[in-house]
C-alpha cells in the first residue's frame, strides 16, 4: 500500500486554514497555495539520497553533503496544479516541469486527457505530480498512469486537500507511489466535491467561475 504523509505541520495547518475562508481572494489564495506547496516540498524531498562534498570557505577547507545527482520534475494537473509550480521551484530550481491536462467529465465524473507533455528522460527522473484536490481520484490516478506508460518509476503525488474516497482510491491504483496531503477532510458530496474543502481550487486561483 501507499505511503501517505499528513502534513501536521503548525505553519500548514494554518495556511490551510487561511484557504478554505470564501473571503480569501485570488491573490492571497495564489500566495497561500504557493507557500504551502513550498512546505510541502520540503518535507516531500526528505529522503532524497545525499553523497559527500567537499568546498572551500573563505577561511577555510569544509567537508559536507549534497543531493546524489539525482534528476527531479514536477508535474502539475492542469490547470489548478500549476498553482504549486512556483512554491516546489522555490526550493528545487533545477526541476524540469512536465504538464498533463485532465478534466473530469461533468456525466461520467471521470477524467479525460487533452495534454501530455514530460520531460525525455524520463526513466532518470523522481516525479512530484501535483493537484491542489484529490476528491474521486480519477485525475490522479490516470495523471499518474500515464507518466508510468512513459516510463518512470519513481513517482510522488503532493495535494492539498483530500477525501478518503480519492486517496483510498489512489493508493488501490498505485501502491508504489508516496502521497503527501495538507489536509484529509470529511468526505465527498453528491456533486464529487470534498467537504468542508475550499470549492474549486482552479477558479480561486484564477479568479473564473
Known sequence: MSKVFIMDHPLIQHKVLRLRNKETGSKEFRELVREIAQ????????????????????????????????????????????????????????????????????????????????PQDIEERDFFVLDPMLATGGSAVAAIQFIKDRGAKNINFLCLIAAPEGLNTLQKAHPDVSIYVAALDEKLNDHAYIVPGLGDAGDRLFGTK
Not at 545527482?69 to 502539475?76: A, E, F, T
Not at 522555490?90 to 491536462?101: F, N, R
Request: with cysteine; glycine share 10%; proline share 8%.
Open 39 to 118: 512546505l510541502m516540498c520540503y518535507e516531500a524531498t526528505r529522503d532524497l539520497p545525499l553523497e559527500d562534498a567537499e568546498v572551500e570557505t573563505p577561511v577555510g577547507h569544509a567537508v559536507g553533503k549534497c543531493i546524489a545527482g539525482k534528476n527531479l520534475s514536477i508535474v502539475p494537473i492542469l490547470r489548478a496544479g500549476l498553482g504549486m509550480v512556483d512554491g516546489m521551484l522555490d526550493l528545487v530550481p533545477t526541476a524540469k516541469v512536465g504538464h498533463i491536462g485532465l478534466y473530469r467529465d461533468p456525466e461520467t465524473l471521470q477524467p479525460v486527457e487533452y495534454y501530455c507533455k514530460l
